[in-house]
């Protein structure tokens, strides 16, 4: 495979297991010895073939041997270790070989280009002297007693053809950083306020950094600086809004007091978005390349692991008292029994409206879909994560006892759109669960649970408890069900899943949202207890 680096394209394939005692390495790693996707293709598909046939002729001498690994290692004859030798050798000469073959090629296309624009220069210069010759002639003719119009006009033409060759083609002028920001995100005019907001937070931390400059006049170096300041700032830059300092004063504290750098997968991002002013551009020709694209590398590990929630901390934080007036402790305590028996999103459950719970086949299900704007109120309009992400969970016997379908017969009585009521819209992003999501998070934390589980954890335990029971028998789960109940695209991609294989039947996602236990002690309808009185 092609593998881009700082300094050129590189070829990398991996040694198979059985071969790698006698090759003596994991790995087949060629310099490629350019920078141009274009030139290094057929360069590594040339060296593909020979390292193809280089592992081909090791396997079958060693498969022709029959004898086990510790024979080939400690006991091979020296006449089989040398031909496995001439093997190497020979394919490292072939190796050299190929690569001289292109070096040869690309010094024969550096002075096919110079003889090239040296002829250009000569028909340029010839195209001058012709163009002069046709001026000085269409003056005679202008001064003479009787020119006809007709000769005239024909010269002038071809004086018009001859400038408009010769003419040279100029790039079209391409627009400020800061103009191209307006012009793109006109664009953007199905995205949500919260992503035009993103977009814009990116392009003006580039702007401080970078200064306001044609795009045609940024480089990759322009990127590189970038890149470079962005990964030292702290992690805690950008949470304050009425914070005025610059990103320089920011990367000397960082500095000066070591603190926690941002992410690698928010530097990526910032690049990512950057990528797409540039391509929208670069297809209107109105700048020469992606300067954001290519070989950036970036540190994508996450920072803090997230884990599922382990009996123990279930245990801390069951029956304990909601400390937040805001929202109540009966909605906290359904919102966590849902999140921990279906493995819904946080804002999938924040949002559930009385309609979204119903019979399906004489089953009661909650239902994940797209939901329509309520009248005047446009922030409400919302839709699935992914198309997976709609779909029909059936509710499990806990959360029927628990009370979830009364609390939906109730908000339909009263007319109310959500069953959550002490829940609101609010951030920029227009979300009923930030409040809790804050509110959830203080409370586990002065519990001592660690930063490593979070609500979203709850979701890795219904997968984790899903999935730990097997396939086969009795009380099986396919796979398939699994994905559909969690609203997941899944990982069988054979026709007669994804061509044939439409919806999993209503009675097997029960089978699966009943195999979904927890200790006794996880009691949703008394999970977390009234404020306590001081």
């Known amino acids: ?162 400038k408009a060759l010769l003419k040279p083609k100029e790039a079209k002028p391409s627009p400020l950083f800061s103009e191209a920001i307006t012009i793109f995100l006109d664009t953007k005019t199905k995205a949500k306020s919260t992503v035009i907001h993103a977009y814009s937070a990116t392009f003006k931390r580039f702007l401080e950094v970078c200064g306001d400059k044609h795009l045609r006049d940024y480089t990759g170096e322009d990127a590189g600086y970038f890149k470079s300041m962005m990964e030292q700032l702290p992690e805690t830059y950008g949470k304050q809004r009425n914070d005025k300092r610059t990103i320089q004063e920011f990367v000397a504290l960082s500095k000066k007091q070591n603190l926690p750098r941002v992410s690698g997968k928010s530097v990526k991002n910032h690049f990512t978005k950057l990528s797409g002013l540039f391509k929208y551009f670069l297809l209107r020709d109105l700048v020469d390349k992606n300067i954001f694209t290519g070989g950036w590398q970036f540190d994508n590990k996450p920072k803090t692991k997230r884990v599922r929630w382990s009996d123990s901390d279930l245990k801390t934080i069951a029956g304990q008292p909601w400390q937040f007036g805001v929202i109540s402790h009966k909605t906290a305590s359904m919102i966590v029994g849902i999140a921990s028996y279906t493995g819904m999103r946080l804002e999938e459950i924040c949002r559930l409206r009385e309609q979204d719970i119903t019979e399906i086949q004489g089953i009661p299900c909650i239902l994940v879909q797209d939901h329509p704007a309520l009248k005047n109120q446009p922030w409400t309009q919302w839709s699935a994560k992914t198309e997976a992400g709609s779909r029909a969970i059936p509710i499990c016997k806990a959360l029927r006892d628990a009370g979830l379908l009364e609390l939906a017969e109730k908000a339909r009585k009263t007319g109310k759109s959500y069953i959550f009521q002490d829940l609101r819209f609010t951030g920029q992003d227009k979300k009923r669960s930030a409040h809790f999501q804050r509110d959830f998070s203080k409370f586990k934390t002065r519990l001592g649970i660690g930063r490593s589980v979070v609500f979203h954890s709850f979701r890795h335990n219904v997968s984790t408890k899903l999935r730990n029971i097997h396939e086969h028998g009795e009380g099986g789960l396919r796979e398939s069900w699994i994905d559909d109940f969690l609203g997941h695209e899944g990982i069988n991609k054979s026709v007669g899943s994804t061509v044939y294989f439409d919806d999993v039947d209503i009675a097997n996602l029960l089978k699966v949202a009943e195999s979904v236990v927890y200790p006794d002690f996880w009691n949703i309808k008394k999970l977390f207890l009234p404020k306590s009185k001081d």
């Open 1 to 162: 495979m092609l593998i881009r680096l700082a300094s050129a394209y590189h070829f990398r394939r991996r040694v198979p297991n059985a071969i790698r005692h006698i090759l003596g390495k994991n790995e087949i790693w060629h310099s490629l010895g350019t920078t141009s996707r274009h030139n290094a293709k057929p360069l590594a598909c040339e060296i593909f073939a020979s390292t193809e046939r280089l592992f081909c002729s090791v396997s079958n001498i060693t498969e022709e041997l029959k004898e086990n690994e510790s024979f080939l290692r400690e006991e091979l004859p020296t006449e089989v270790r040398e031909l496995f030798d001439l093997l190497i050798q020979t394919y490292q000469q072939e190796i050299a070989n190929l690569q001289k073959k292109y070096e040869q090629q690309k010094i024969r296309h550096s002075v096919e280009m110079l003889e090239i624009s040296q002829k250009a220069e000569t028909a340029i210069n010839g195209g001058n002297k012709a163009l002069n010759l046709l001026e000085k002639t269409a003056k005679q003719l202008k001064t003479a007693k009787s020119p006809t119009s007709s000769a005239i006009i024909g010269l002038q033409s071809q004086i018009d053809e001859v």
